[in-house]
């Protein structure tokens, strides 16, 4: 399996976040006052969002290349903020922006976790 790839930035802090996705359990309609709810998987994987700043052009293109080449694959990511290593997919394409100058990149990424 595939680790992404390490680059000179790291995830920025603001902005970072790491969320369950809320789908393990179904509510149904509380018409009658109380909710119907209905458990449908016991795992309920995070969703990590976060920025690369200042991504220089040469790991940009390491990054969409990453990309183009496990993007229906999940592959290692080191979390930096939890201190591990967790098995992820990618959750949408990757976003990038220029980033104050013609020549760096800010790059949005957004992960899934696929095993718990």
Same mark, same amino acid.
């Given at each position: 399996m /595939?680790? !992404?790839p390490n680059i000179e930035?790291?995830?920025e802090q603001r902005? !970072?976040?790491?969320e369950p996705t809320g789908e393990a359990v179904l509510i149904g309609s509380v018409a009658s006052g109380y909710p119907l709810l209905n458990k449908l998987f016991t795992y309920d994987p995070e969703i990590i969002k976060f920025e690369l700043p200042a991504v220089i052009d #040469? @790991? $940009?293109i390491t990054v969409m290349q990453f990309y183009n @080449? /496990? $993007? @229906?694959?999940p592959f290692y990511w080191y979390n930096d903020? #939890?201190?591990e290593t967790i098995e992820v997919c990618f959750y949408s394409q990757?976003?990038?922006r220029l980033d104050g100058r013609r020549?760096?990149?800010r790059i949005t990424i957004e992960l899934i976790q696929v095993s718990p």
């Open positions: /595939n680790t !992404f930035r790291k995830p902005g !970072f976040s790491v #040469a @790991d $940009k @080449d /496990n $993007k @229906d694959v903020q #939890a201190r990757p976003k990038c020549d760096l990149w």
